[in-house]
C-alpha cells in the first residue's frame, strides 16, 4: 500500500452543484421531494380534465419546484461561491497512515484518522466529513489511477462504521 497519497482539489462549480444536490436531496428530505413531486404528477396527469386552469398551473408548478427550481438555484448559488477567493485557490490534502494533511494558502492543518468523521462514496466524489459542518470534496477524476489504493487505506485505517458506500 502506497504510504503516502497527495492531491490538489480545485472545485468546479459543476462538483460544488453535484455535492449540494447529494444534501439536498438525501435521506428524508430527498423522500418528501420525490413524494411530493410524485404526487403532484399524479394529480396533475389523472385529474387533468377535471382541473381549473389555476389548479393544472399550480399543480405544473409543484412539479417543476424540485426537478427544475430547486437545481438551478442551487446552481446559481455554488457558480458564485465557486468565483470566491478561497474557491479559487487549489487545496492539497494528503492522506498517510497517520491521517490528513490538508493545506491551501500557507496554512496547513493535520487530523488524525480518528479525528475525521465519516467518508461518503459517491457516484462522482468522495466526501469526507470532518464534523456536521465542515467536508472536504475529492472528485474521483481528481483521484485518478490512485482510487484504489486510496479506497484500500481509507478501509484500513476509517473504521467501517465511519464508511458508507465502500
Known amino acids: ?84 477567493p478561497a474557491m479559487a485557490e487549489p487545496m492539497y490534502l494528503t492522506f498517510k497512515e497517520d491521517g490528513l494533511k490538508v493545506e491551501q494558502h500557507g496554512q496547513e492543518a493535520v487530523f488524525a484518522w480518528n479525528q475525521m468523521g465519516r467518508m461518503d462514496k459517491k457516484p462522482a466524489m468522495v466526501v469526507l466529513y470532518m464534523d456536521r459542518v465542515h467536508a472536504y470534496l475529492l472528485p474521483r477524476k481528481i483521484l485518478g489511477e490512485q482510487e484504489e489504493a486510496f479506497l484500500d487505506m481509507v478501509k484500513t485505517y476509517l473504521p467501517k462504521e465511519r464508511r458508507k458506500g465502500f
Open 1 to 84: 500500500m502506497t504510504k503516502e497519497m497527495r492531491f490538489e482539489v480545485k472545485l468546479t462549480a459543476k462538483e460544488l452543484w453535484q455535492f449540494s444536490m447529494y444534501h439536498a436531496n438525501a435521506g428524508a428530505t430527498g423522500l418528501f421531494n420525490l413524494i411530493f413531486t410524485a404526487a403532484a404528477l399524479f394529480l396533475l396527469v389523472v385529474r387533468w380534465g377535471t382541473l381549473t386552469a389555476a389548479y393544472r398551473l399550480l399543480l405544473f408548478g409543484c412539479v417543476l419546484i424540485f426537478t427544475v427550481l430547486q437545481p438551478l438555484l442551487l446552481y446559481g448559488k455554488v457558480r458564485r461561491q465557486a468565483k470566491t
